[in-house]
């Protein structure tokens, strides 16, 4: 039987991950006790990705709800299809699964995207379920989890839009894990992975890249900087320009990679367009193109 360790580089190996050896050693940790993850991070730092890939290396089904202020406990456990119920009545048939409750039913993993965007008595439908693997249907049974059903939540920190509080009971159902950016050194590695950078400039293109996105993320004037998927798409983007050494050339595509990846603080009176060009151009005064 594998460890964690040999867990952890097997999952690093098989889906491709670069990194997050500490993360994913404790969400094995959490997993060891069969313990419901909740994954805190920015936009873009991988909770997808490292969610699809725990669910598929313990051979369990993906199931994913995606919340927002208007997800019902319906959208979660499912419903009585009308016409059925009428041609059939309140029989098994006439009932359309949710996520929920079809994950519960196969062994599956619940995949609970922005949890914090979901209201209050949804998020109320989700703690015997969590807590005694119960969940109640009226008018057709009681399904009992089965013993590979678990639960993986992300929630976003900087979220502050339609979100709504999670319960203490409900947190108190999950173990926590933080994702943070990744160093510069892994992050370049995941774009040459990711934008297929394989030829002689490929190293030059990422390492540009992740400079320009990491200072998105350290500038006064940026509320909320690029993810490494700003990076990634700008490298693509410069990668098939005829001239990759051109700053025109930089400046083009970082505007179209990452003006709809960053958001300006309140007041700020310099336009997307202005602010990532003089980063571009601050990064690019720092490279020898020789």
């Known amino acids: 039987m594998l460890n964690a360790s040999e867990i952890v580089k097997e999952i690093q190996k098989r889906y491709k991950i670069i990194g997050r050896t500490e993360e994913l050693e404790n969400i094995i940790l959490a997993r060891l006790v069969d313990k419901n993850l909740i994954i805190e991070g920015e936009v873009g730092v991988g909770k997808t990705r490292i969610a699809k890939a725990i669910s598929s290396f313990y051979d369990t089904e993906f199931a994913r709800i995606d919340c927002s202020e208007e997800t019902l406990p319906h959208n979660l456990v499912g419903y009585?299809?009308?016409?059925?119920?009428?041609?059939?009545?309140?029989?098994?048939?006439?009932?359309?699964?949710?996520?929920?409750?079809?994950?519960?039913?196969?062994?599956?993993?619940?995949?609970?995207?922005?949890?914090?965007?979901?209201?209050?008595?949804?998020?109320?439908?989700?703690?015997?379920?969590?807590?005694?693997?119960?969940?109640?249907?009226?008018?057709?049974?009681?399904?009992?989890?089965?013993?590979?059903?678990?639960?993986?939540?992300?929630?976003?920190?900087?979220?502050?839009?339609?979100?709504?509080?999670?319960?203490?009971?409900?947190?108190?159902?999950?173990?926590?894990?933080?994702?943070?950016?990744?160093?510069?050194?892994?992050?370049?590695?995941?774009?040459?992975?990711?934008?297929?950078?394989?030829?002689?400039?490929?190293?030059?293109?990422?390492?540009?890249?992740?400079?320009?996105?990491?200072?998105?993320?350290n500038n006064s004037s940026i509320r909320r900087g690029s993810s490494i998927r700003g990076a990634i798409d700008l490298a693509q983007l410069i990668s098939k320009t005829e001239n990759s050494d051109s700053t025109k050339n930089w400046v083009n595509t970082a505007v179209m990679a990452l003006y709809n990846k960053i958001e300006l603080e309140d007041g700020v009176t310099s336009s997307k367009k202005e602010i990532i060009t003089n980063i571009v151009l601050s990064v690019l005064n720092k490279v020898d193109f020789q």
């Not at 989700?126 to 008018?139: F, Q």
């Not at 050194?185 to 040459?192: N, Q």
């Open 80 to 217: 009585f299809d009308p016409p059925l119920v009428i041609s059939k009545g309140y029989l098994e048939e006439s009932y359309i699964y949710g996520p929920l409750a079809s994950s519960m039913l196969k062994g599956g993993c619940l995949f609970i995207n922005e949890i914090n965007r979901m209201p209050e008595s949804t998020q109320n439908s989700l703690l015997t379920a969590l807590d005694e693997g119960i969940l109640e249907i009226p008018k057709l049974k009681t399904i009992k989890a089965h013993k590979k059903f678990f639960a993986i939540a992300t929630q976003n920190p900087a979220a502050h839009v339609g979100v709504t509080v999670i319960g203490e009971a409900l947190k108190d159902r999950f173990i926590w894990i933080s994702l943070d950016f990744q160093p510069p050194t892994e992050e370049i590695l995941i774009i040459k992975q990711e934008a297929n950078l394989d030829n002689s400039g490929g190293e030059k293109i990422a390492q540009i890249s992740q400079q320009i996105v990491d200072q998105t993320r």
